[in-house]
């Protein structure tokens, strides 16, 4: 009782003259039971005795010295006014004595003597509650509450002479109306152990024990019964209070189990190779597009004024023959190749500007200067041995990128822009074509922002594109075409729960599943999404009518794919119990819940490289061995911090899953592809940082270079994997190739010509000799 007094005594942190004359009387009479337990019972007992205090942590709103005092004194008033006295010298914290001077009692020597020492253990309470929701505001003295534990143990270590603790009770909460599935409880419990367990390993703090609070759901001081802090979930509406077991209980008997978080196998790094021909690629949205003619193409005649202006005059009526546009005119293309020509890729991924190309929507305005850019850089790309790998659309925020016409005019949602897209398409292949075998017809479409209707669309024009270039110039062109979708992992937030895991697969059909399924399944929608929406409209005033196709159109959309290009950044962490209201979804009935221990960029994206792994084993269960393309894999990181460790952590780690689904799950993975090529296209995601129009290489474009060196990640034992020499493509080679028959009878009418010839010039020297 005792020691709970002191423990609630000092939650409430209300600095007034009761509580403060009271402390004094609250220690004494700590000190006393302490030491008649010491005297009397510990010889034989062989027990330890020490008070529960509780503590929040605090960081300094700005980095100044005087913030840094106030943080430290915002810790004194609260922890050290028990903990100094008792773990260091008998007497309260200098900052408590400046401040408060005369209403602060004074501890007599013999006083200090008695009192001080009188723990065995430093026990730390560090709650929601009490550590936080209850604190005063005066004691944050202006400054930022945290809620990191591991910086508090550091701080109780340093400050109290690295004394053992004793964690008598720690943990979060979750909403009164949440359940058994108390997922934001075991991430919030995981980070405070995981903190813990650093503070161990890495800090040298002295822990020794750590307690959950608490056991049952109760009553939870001023916040009632409108929160849950308990393992065990109690109905507090039923007669016998039944008790049943959350996830969140589950969790922490496994932890108990492994005393910790021992390394997963499965998370381990593996040592191995990418296979030969595998695509290794950068990816760049928008290349940066500069059409600006060069000097020499100005057929002007000009005479310097070298006496009076010192500029140049033009003069009129005077020309120069004019001559054809070059690739070299593009100073920007030159660049661009050099960089690429650095990190060592064999493809570059980029995206066409359909709305510039065809401004008006059709035939009737083509934007040759810019057509005439794309060429020159896709065949400058193959010069130096990099594929151009082309998608025709990629929406953006501005029109969806679409043609202002057709942007204007509804869009995918009108039927329309399917075959103005097709027509699109035809021009794209038959004016890019020679120089470019790889091709995506959309990249990335927003799955958020998509109706049902212009999704619908999307997938007609889509496979009407396919089906025209693999009938009209894949013959000649010899090329591969698809379309590439987003696709980040999503886990169930409780592993343990079924309803977690059914919203999981829920929301990957609805993410992938729409556009994958018709393509790459059975030609028509997820059933999961036909099966979900009829529920949503037969119970609520919803009505999201999924469109049907017809036997002809399952037909044209299934199957119309060369290879599965996916791009992927994060994974996200779904569960059915609703927590937090501006995370749920009430239309797919879905909560999104933060693993609060991953590591996140700084716009707040997780880094977790086995979701790759996972997401390639699922398109492979769902649709069979097809060829898979990573088309875009990256991270943003902080663009004033030139050593992107991050970002290279993200690119190791994410590229060791995707070798270990080809090594050891067999995905027929065939590229990767990182995001993005600089920071002028795409800020804060690129390999080479753009400052004061310079190009600089990262760190990790130096790294992915490495490992695109490697082909991997060859280890001691990795057998030597001897790759075919490939021939350097040659896109002017593409008129003899295309014209082989035409080819052939020539060289026979020369060969003949020569063979003639030969004849005429034998037999005449003999008839010259006859006569002489």
Known sequence: ??????????????????????????????????????????????????????????????????????????????????????????????????????????????????????????????????????????????????????????????????????????????????????????????????????????????????????????????????????????????????????????????????????????????????????????????????????????????????????????????????????????????????????????????????????????????????????????????????????ALWQPMAENQELPVSLAKYGAWENPETIQAFVEYARFCFKSLGDHVKFWITMNEPSMKNLTYTAGHNLLKAHAKAWHLYDKEFRRSQKGKISIALQADWVEPACPFSRNDQDVADRILEFDIGWLAEPIFGNGDYPQVMRAWLHRRNSIDLYNFHLPYFSEDEKKLIQGSFDFFALSHYTTTLVGWEKEDALKYDHYLEVQMINDITWLHSPSRAAVVPWGLRKLLKWVKSKYGNVPIYVMANGIDDDQNMMHDKLRVYYIQNYINEALKAYTLDNVNLQGYFVYSFNDKTAPKYGLYSYVANQYEPKPSMKHYREIIDNNGFPGPETPELVCPEEIALCPECHFFRTRKSLLAFISFIFVAFIVTIFFITYYSRRVERRYK
Not at 23 to 42: C, E, G, I, P, T
Not at 164 to 186: C, H, L, M, P
């Open 1 to 390: 009782k005792t020691e709970m007094l002191f423990s609630l005594t000092n939650q409430r942190f209300l600095v007034d003259t009761w509580c403060i004359n009271y402390s004094l009387s609250f220690q004494q009479a700590h000190a006393k039971v302490w030491h008649l337990y010491n005297d009397h019972f510990r010889p034989t007992q062989r027990g330890k005795v020490s008070i529960a205090l509780s503590s929040h942590w605090i960081k300094p709103q700005h980095m100044t010295e005087k913030n840094i005092k106030e943080c430290q004194k915002s810790l004194d008033f609260v922890l050290g006014w028990f903990a100094k006295p008792i773990f260091i010298d008998g007497d309260y914290p200098e900052s408590m004595k400046s401040n408060l001077s005369s209403l602060l009692p004074e501890f007599s020597e013999v006083e200090k003597k008695y009192i001080k020492g009188t723990a065995d253990y430093f026990a730390l309470s560090f709650g929601a509650t009490l550590s936080f929701q209850l604190l005063d505001s005066h004691m944050k003295f202006q400054q930022l509450e945290s809620i990191s534990l591991r910086q508090l143990l550091y701080w109780i270590s340093s400050e109290y002479n690295n004394p053992q603790i004793f964690i008598v009770e720690n943990s979060w909460f979750v909403s009164g109306s949440t359940k058994r599935d108390d997922a934001k409880y075991i991430y919030y419990l995981k980070k405070f152990i995981m903190e813990t367990l650093k503070a161990i390993r890495y800090d040298g703090v002295n822990v020794f024990g750590y307690t959950v609070w608490s056991l049952l759901d109760g009553f939870e001081w001023h916040r009632g019964y409108s929160i849950r802090r308990g393992l065990f979930y109690v109905d507090f509406q039923s007669h016998d209070k039944k008790l049943m077991p959350k996830s969140s209980v589950l969790f922490y008997q496994k932890l108990i189990e492994k005393n910790g978080f021992p390394p997963l196998p499965e998370n381990q790094p593996t040592e191995g190779i990418f296979p030969c021909g595998f695509a290794w690629g950068i990816v760049d949205n928008y290349i940066q597009v500069d059409t600006t003619p060069a000097q020499f193409l100005d057929s002007n005649v000009y005479v310097w004024d070298v006496h009076q202006t010192k500029k140049l005059i033009k003069v009129d009526g005077v020309f120069t023959s004019k001559r054809k546009r070059q690739c070299v005119d593009f100073a920007a293309i030159r660049l661009q190749i050099s960089l690429l020509q650095e990190t060592h890729v064999t493809h570059f991924h980029f995206s066409l500007k359909w709305s510039l190309i065809l401004p008006l929507g059709n035939l009737s305005l083509i934007n040759h200067t810019l057509v005439h850019y794309y060429q020159c850089f896709a065949s400058e790309l193959l010069r130096v041995n990099i594929t151009p790998v082309v």
